[in-house]
């Protein structure tokens, strides 16, 4: 359990430069740039508009009822912890900090009597920043409660699953909701270029390439923190590559070749924005079509390492598995469907083994295309104003004067069929016998379907 005072939080970042050249006892990089105020405070624009309910918590203004308490949902490095901290430094509260990995309901009720005391002596409020709160059990989580809907601390809870399924609906219901998203690209580059100038930081102690920058900002994938650990690894780099006996005031270049070393991947050629985004996700997609299960790991890895979306190719992967596969598999939907909602859940780098499992399926399976065909050639028809009115026995009878009008009569109930089918027409009259949309293949699952599919229309034919 970590315990300050809101004056003492920022400490180790005011560490002026490196004291040490050996690097012992200075705190990362990323700790010692982490933003002191509200105006160092890179991207989530949304969540601390003026008046937003966080802004308020951060600045003290809580109202007459009081500051609220916070969950703090978003992927990591974008600055749960530090809008935490920046709670505690308004109105000299107490920090304490909790992981939910470590503790358990003893060191939570350790806080609460803490809080209670510092209350009652000394007038002061208490922010117990809890990290990873998703990993607390209901039990765990109800021990909270009680503190938190008196007030007795204000909560800060960070957590990089959906609170809708990991936190309990009534520390919920107590609780602000306040979402982060990713760092933009430009946003990433901010906080680099203020590392390398700021006192704090490498104090204008290295220069970095163009180059080494975009990769840097490219493999962090919106992740502040990712990105100052990667500038920090190839300062280190650099310095361990100058040359013996160079003397000389000027900063130290960081190169691509030495940003790559310390974060031990090469440069991707893939521009999320660009021609190579559309490009890749297309090879992506004709390859697993195509049945080229190499390829297409290979374009999926070229689209993890270039920091592209996961959730972005998971969509493309639900896609893929209706329009290409189809009914050759139904069962590739669902796999498909299920590696969506996970990554969005799970996050990198472990969603790349679900996006993985995902396109060996799309690209192993039978491949149809029959049921994209047919609702295309389905709404080509509407929208050319074919389909006349709905037979009159299909029509709603459930309301009043249906009976009247006839609506419903003649209507034959399936399941009173010997196997669940009865013949009847339910086309419109100017489509009906003429009309066949839906096409099964011979492949795959479909290969069973074409036999049903042709007993299917003699039973509803009379035949």
Known sequence: MSEVGGEDLFAAARTEGTPDPS??????????????????????????????????????????????????????GTGKTTLAHLVATAAERRFVELSAVTAGVKDVRAVMD????????????????????????????????????NRLVILVAATTENPSFSIISPLLSRSVLVTLGPLSDEEVVEVVDAALVDPRGLAGEHTLTDDGRQHI???AGGDARRALTSLEAAAGVAVDAEPAGRHTDAPLQISLAQVEQAVAQAAVRYDRAGDQHYDV??????????????????????????????????????????????????????TAVAAMHAVAQIGMPEARIILGQAVVHNALAPKSNAAYLGINEAIADVRAGKGGPVPVHLRGSGYAGAARLGHGDGYRYAHDG????????????????????????????????????????????GH
């Open 23 to 76: 690097g012992a006892g200075v705190p990362p990089l990323a700790v010692r740039m982490r933003p002191r105020t509200l105006a160092e405070v890179r991207g989530q624009a949304s969540a601390l508009r003026p008046g937003s309910p966080l802004r308020r918590l951060i600045e003290g203004s809580g109202g007459t009822a009081g500051p609220l308490s916070a969950i703090i949902w978003g992927p990591p």
């Open 114 to 149: 803490a809080a209670t005391r510092d209350r009652d002596l000394y007038g002061r409020q208490t922010v117990l920043f809890l990290d990873e709160i998703h990993r607390f059990t209901k039990a765990q989580q109800d021990a909270l409660l009680p503190a938190v809907e």
């Open 217 to 219: 900002v490219r493999m």
């Open 281 to 334: 996700a297309s090879a992506l997609i004709k390859s697993m079509r195509g049945s080229d299960v190499d390829a297409s790991l290979h374009y999926l890895a070229r689209m993890l390492e270039a920091g592209e979306d996961p959730r972005f190719i998971a969509r493309r992967i639900v896609i893929a598995a209706s329009e290409d596969v189809g009914m050759g598999d139904p069962t590739a939907l669902q």
């Open 418 to 461: 010997e196997d669940g089918v009865v013949a009847q027409q339910y086309l419109p009259d100017d489509l009906a016998g003429t009309t066949e949309y839906y096409r099964p293949t011979g492949r795959g699952f479909e290969e069973r379907l074409s036999v049903r599919l042709a007993w299917l229309k003699d039973r509803l034919r």
